[in-house]
């Protein structure tokens, strides 16, 4: 369940709603293109700025149109733990099959903090949970020991690293048994290297078969084929991240034709020179669709 490739799906908008349709066709080119699990409602879903009413349903969907064909780890994290177990219940009794739980966010809890802060997520349901570990958006860190700690819950399956350091996947899996899942493409290979079992990624948004592959390869110990394929892709890698995330793989997706180029402030479009700067790479990866 927590291995493979899993993509980070974007939310596409339509004239400020949702738009489902859309919503759908990326669900079916995802699974088409040998992607093992759709993550919705995460950061690069815009999910800070879905009310309550549209996480709950964009989850539902995902669920109901994945069909149990792939699985499914629905974003349920929120700096209020109150908040953060309505979402992680309701990821539960919509079916999927995990719920991805970052680290309270702004409030900046302490590591006993977030200890008993995933400790209740843990206790009060049994899906299984994700923790997700991104201090550059939330502003705290999970140690390696907290980590350890957690992981000795029954539903704490695995974490979503995203701080940019292959030793902190060397530390949590030399002091605990837990699934580790790169949240940072661009450390996808290297976090595998050395025990990590797939990437929640948002270049496979744009490139899903590309990023499977990669992945796969790397499971299988066809270590030459998977490193090939990780320097075929560097640099969209990078332009995913040319501005803050998701105003990249959205931009790329509006060009590919697969959805409509829109946001919800404070998110915004792509300046103009860096607009250009990733059409350029993109290129080099895909024939674009005006």
């Not at 201090?135 to 350890?148: D, N």
Request: charge should be negative.
């Amino acid at each position: 369940m927590f291995s493979g490739s899993m993509v980070a799906i974007v939310t596409p908008f339509r004239e400020g709603e949702i738009d489902y349709q859309a919503l759908e066709r990326l669900i079916e080119f995802q699974i088409e293109s040998g992607t093992d699990v759709i993550v919705p409602c995460g950061t690069t879903g815009e999910s800070a700025t879905l009310s309550h009413q549209e996480h709950d349903r964009v989850v539902e969907f995902v669920v109901e149109k994945v069909n149990k064909r792939v699985g499914v780890i629905a974003g349920a994290g929120s700096n209020s733990t109150r908040e953060a177990l309505r979402l992680t219940k309701h990821a539960q009794e919509a079916g999927a099959d995990g719920a991805l739980v970052i680290t309270p966010y702004y409030n900046k809890p302490t590591q006993k903090g977030m200890i008993l802060h995933f400790s209740k997520l843990a206790e009060e349901t049994d899906i299984p949970l994700v923790l997700y570990n991104v201090p550059g958006r939330t502003g705290i860190r999970l140690f390696p020991e907290t980590v350890a700690e957690l992981a000795r819950l029954k539903n704490i399956a695995a974490i979503k690293e995203a701080c940019g350091s292959v030793d902190q996947v060397n530390q949590i899996l030399n002091l605990c048994d837990i699934t580790v899942i790169s949240g940072d493409d661009m450390l996808t290979l290297p976090m595998m290297s050395v025990g990590a079992k797939g990437v929640i990624s948002v270049a496979a948004n744009v490139v899903p078969k590309e990023i499977s592959q990669m992945v796969h390869a790397a499971l299988e110990n066809r270590w030459e084929e998977a490193r090939e394929k990780h320097f075929h892709l560097y640099d969209l890698f990078q332009a995913m991240f040319i501005e803050t995330n998701p105003i990249p793989v959205k931009t790329s997706l509006a060009m590919m034709g697969k959805i409509n180029e829109e946001f919800r402030l404070p998110i915004c479009r792509l300046s103009d020179a860096d607009r250009e700067e990733l059409k350029k790479i993109l290129q080099g990866y895909l024939t674009l669709r005006r």
